[in-house]
């Protein structure tokens, strides 16, 4: 073997080790950074949730066009830890075609804070809601915020308001959770920047289906049937 091919078959043993571990660490980075999952469902929880904030006698996903909406929107907007997760309607009797937007922002070392945001008809906020928060990072958000009621009185304030809130100190002081508070700030000022750009009138319509024949709706009096509230 020559010392020309000795080089070449040198060379193509590196460039092939080099992809590898190139392969390799990409392969890793999606796992340690995966692509936001905006997939959602209409699970007992969540329903309770809508229930608190905007009741109605059932709900559904703002599915069809919508999807590819948020996925455009998160596209040019979102980031790892912070986008839309699902776009959701009231289509009972009560708060009839009121949208709800669930949101995820990013806090305390971007651990997420996921909120569902109620709005009224002028796109001002009508309720919001803390859906859940990674604990692990806003340790301070469950003590200093969620069993004080600190969060309740934030949210209270909220109602009537659109557009920007401010960052975590705008919506409270003197909660030692003020970073926490900024990833629920980023998740509301995220889901007024989404809700803003909803055409309403390119929405499908509102079809209530009976509940086995159509998995994407819920209604509010079948929660116990469903087996009741969940993680």
């Not at 590898?20 to 999606?30: E, H």
């Not at 229930?51 to 999807?67: H, R």
Request: proline content about 3%; charged content about 20%.
């Amino acid at each position: 073997m020559t010392t020309a091919t000795k080089n070449t078959v040198k060379s193509v043993i590196v460039l092939s080790l080099i992809s590898v571990i190139c392969v390799g660490l990409l392969a890793m980075a999606n796992g340690i950074f995966p692509k936001p999952d905006t997939s959602a469902k209409l699970d007992t929880k969540t329903v309770a949730l809508l229930n608190e904030i905007c009741y109605s006698e059932s709900y559904d996903i703002a599915y069809g066009t919508y999807d590819e909406f948020v996925t455009s929107f998160n596209d040019k907007n979102g980031t790892n830890y912070k986008y839309i997760n699902a776009l959701y309607r009231a289509t009972g009797d009560t708060n009839h075609g009121r949208l709800i937007v669930e949101a995820v922002g990013n806090g305390y070392q971007n651990g997420t804070v996921t909120v569902l945001v109620a709005y009224n008809i002028d796109k001002t906020i009508m309720a919001v809601e803390l859906k859940s928060y990674d604990k692990a990072k806003n340790n301070y958000m469950g003590g200093n915020l969620v069993s004080s009621g600190a969060l309740d009185a934030v949210f209270e304030n909220l109602k009537g308001s659109s557009g920007n809130v401010g960052s975590g100190k705008d919506l409270m002081v003197g909660t030692g959770a003020t970073n926490s508070l900024n990833g629920v700030a980023n998740a509301i000022n995220f889901a007024n920047k989404f809700i803003e750009s909803v055409d309403e009138s390119a929405l499908p319509p509102i079809v209530v289906q009976p509940l086995e024949s159509a998995p994407i709706v819920r209604y509010a009096k079948d929660i116990e049937l469903l087996g009741g509230q969940h993680e």
